[in-house]
């Protein structure tokens, strides 16, 4: 089994930037099975979505309303990082960590979310 723990949401400006951490915990064996890393995010009212993937091999799929302004990032841990710069109130969400096997489909394992705000 995995934990993933996230951590770095808030409130912010519109404009400002937020950097978001994903560690996973548990099964060593289980940690380095995990392909894919992701990050979705779920608005009130909204069904979940998700914003940015990455692969073992650095293969990345970004949401369209997200690039050029967020970076997904990984170490060779399997932390995954979210580099949100340009926030918009439409960011606004709760944003959750996953991981599994691709980066179009989300995985098992879900973190717990963490709430990212962007006032305008």
């Known amino acids: 089994q995995v934990q993933l723990v996230e951590s770095g949401g808030g409130l912010v400006q519109a404009g400002g930037s937020l950097r978001l951490s994903c560690a996973p915990s548990?099964?060593?064996?289980?940690?380095?099975?995990?392909?894919?890393m992701a990050w979705y995010r779920q608005a009130p009212g909204k069904q979940r979505e998700l914003v940015a993937a990455i692969t073992r091999g650095g293969s990345i799929n970004y949401a369209d309303s997200v690039k050029g302004r967020f970076t997904i990032s990984r170490d060779n841990r399997n932390t995954a990082y979210l580099q949100m710069n340009s926030l918009k109130p439409e960011d606004t969400a709760v944003y959750y960590c996953?991981?599994?096997?691709?980066?179009?489909?989300?995985?098992?394992?879900w973190g717990q979310g963490t709430q990212v705000t962007v006032s305008s």
């Open positions: 996953n991981a599994g096997t691709d980066i179009k489909t989300p995985g098992r394992y």
């Open positions: 548990g099964s060593i064996f289980s940690i380095f099975s995990i392909n894919a």
